[in-house]
Nanobody, 113 residues
Framework: VQLVESGGGLVQAGGSLRLSCTASRNIFTIAVMGWYRQAPGKERELVARFTMGGTTLYTDSAKGRFTISRDNAKSEVYLQMNSLKPEDTGVYYC????????WGQGTQVTVSS
């Protein structure tokens, strides 16, 4: 599975961005998909994902501000990010666990203060 992210960019604090992840094949059978972030000088960390049971899981910093969603018919996963903060800056990666883990190439999000 190839994953291609898009939608990153430069935004002022308080602004919004919507990230998209397009998969190269249908994702109906891939329950666990999500978004991770790697800030400069830090390890990659979970932002939000779908669980095996179909529910959503968010890191504390994303709760109430970010929303993960998916459109299986389009083979896409989204991350709507509102009320962005400078600490949200980083490279955002799409992830899929289909028994084998897949990662996209990442999209840069920069939030200016």
């Amino acid at each position: 599975v190839q994953l291609v992210e898009s939608g990153g960019g430069l935004v002022q604090a308080g602004g919004s961005l919507r990230l998209s992840c397009t998969a190269s094949r249908n994702i109906f059978t891939i329950a666990v998909m999500g978004w991770y972030r790697q800030a400069p000088g830090k390890e990659r960390e979970l932002v939000a994902r779908f669980t095996m049971g179909g529910t959503t899981l968010y890191t504390d910093s994303a709760k109430g501000r970010f929303t993960i969603s998916r459109d299986n018919a389009k083979s896409e996963v989204y991350l709507q990010m509102n009320s962005l903060k400078p600490e949200d800056t980083g490279v955002y990666y799409c992830h899929a666990d289909a028994g084998i883990e897949y990662w996209g190439q990442g999209t840069q999000v920069t939030v200016s203060s």
